[in-house]
């Protein structure tokens, strides 16, 4: 039985044309599921009892469970147990501008990021649609806010999870469901270049982000096994394409990891690359683990390598740093709970 909340509007309308109902019912259901926040199908209390039981026959509302949180300064992050045991994470992070939540794709992941707690335990399967949708909504409903920013950043690699993805991003943007504005989205992808073509073409106005972390092939190699299949060249050829179709900015995500690749050297090169191009640089200071050898970057040498992509005149920040003291890692607390 399909859970309601992985129907885009497009989806719920075709379904009560088949069913020779108005299409306009779709438009009240999401009323009823996204507006006025019901948990039953009874409390929909403008369609008839006919309609309302052939639903619950062919639909259903559950939730995802709450396993369990932590909290720090302006974060709390979120464990979630699926309906088949499974779990997944999601990270409430509070800004100045809004409540932004990184969402969850996948149950695991497959990409092999060298620096990632994620990546350490494998992809078991993707999220369906309405279990990405539920993750807003649980925490929207357990802290009693508006989520104003999503960012697809947590567990899993979107794009490896692309139908899915798309549907997503269609529920939290449409004006009738949770109505969360295009540019306030943000897809991170490691780099899976037939999907950013699709994605191109598909049309969508939200932000794109590329996980990058390396300015040259053999350092990225190292670090991400993806360039082996889809290298920098290749990436870069098509993120032009879509600044080109879009008139869109790419960020680009820079983990610095000590003596790795945050080298005078490694700013220098990662200038040279991005120089020209309409995008800007978010340099995250890492968060360690424990299963993980990598250490954070110092002080000192993050804004080194700022002031040299500064000088070159490439766009950058600083991300300011979230959950440190929460495990907010991508992964962790899912991988520490799992073990505990």
């Not at 993805?165 to 295009?182: E, P």
């Not at 889809?230 to 680009?252: D, G």
Request: aromatic fraction near 8%; include cysteine; charged fraction near 25%.
């Amino acid at each position: 039985m399909k859970n309601i909340y992985g129907l885009t509007l497009e989806q719920l309308e075709q379904y009560f044309l088949m069913h020779n109902e108005k299409s306009f019912k779709a438009t009240q259901v999401f009323d009823w599921l996204y507006k006025r926040r019901v948990t039953s199908f009874d409390e929909m209390t403008n369609i008839k009892k006919e309609t309302l039981e052939q639903m619950k026959q062919d639909f259903t509302m559950k939730s995802i469970t709450l396993l369990t949180k932590t909290e720090g300064k302006d974060v709390v992050k979120f464990l979630f147990e699926l309906e088949d045991s499974n779990k997944v994470e999601a990270v409430l992070m509070k800004h100045d501008y809004g409540n932004s939540l990184c969402v969850s794709t996948e149950v695991g992941c497959n990409m092999g990021c060298a620096f990632c707690e994620s990546g350490r335990l494998k992809k078991v399967r993707h999220l369906e649609t309405h279990e990405m949708v539920l993750q807003i909504l649980a925490v929207e409903s357990y802290l009693q806010i508006r989520i104003s920013h999503v960012v697809l950043m947590g567990i899993g690699e979107p794009f490896d999870n692309y139908d899915h993805v798309i549907d997503f991003i269609s529920i939290i943007n449409s004006g009738k469901g949770i109505d969360i504005g295009a540019r306030h989205i943000t897809v991170s992808t490691c780099g899976i270049v037939p999907k950013i073509q699709a994605f191109i073409e598909n049309g969508k106005q939200v932000n794109l982000a590329i996980s990058l972390h390396a300015p040259n092939n053999i350092l990225r190699n190292q670090l991400m096994p993806i360039n082996k299949v889809y290298p920098i060249e290749e990436l870069m050829s098509v993120l032009k394409k879509y600044i080109e179709k879009t008139n869109r900015r790419v960020t680009f995500e820079y983990i610095l990891l000590e003596n790795v690749n945050d080298t005078d050297t490694c700013a220098i090169e990662l200038a040279n690359l991005l120089k020209g191009m309409n995008c800007y640089v978010n340099l995250i200071p890492y968060n360690e683990t424990s299963h993980i050898e990598f250490k954070k970057s110092s002080q000192e040498t993050i804004l080194r390598f700022y002031d040299i992509l500064k000088k070159n005149k490439i766009n950058v920040t600083i991300r300011r740093e979230f959950g440190g003291k929460v495990m907010a890692a991508c992964g962790q607390l899912r991988s520490n709970y799992e073990e505990a």
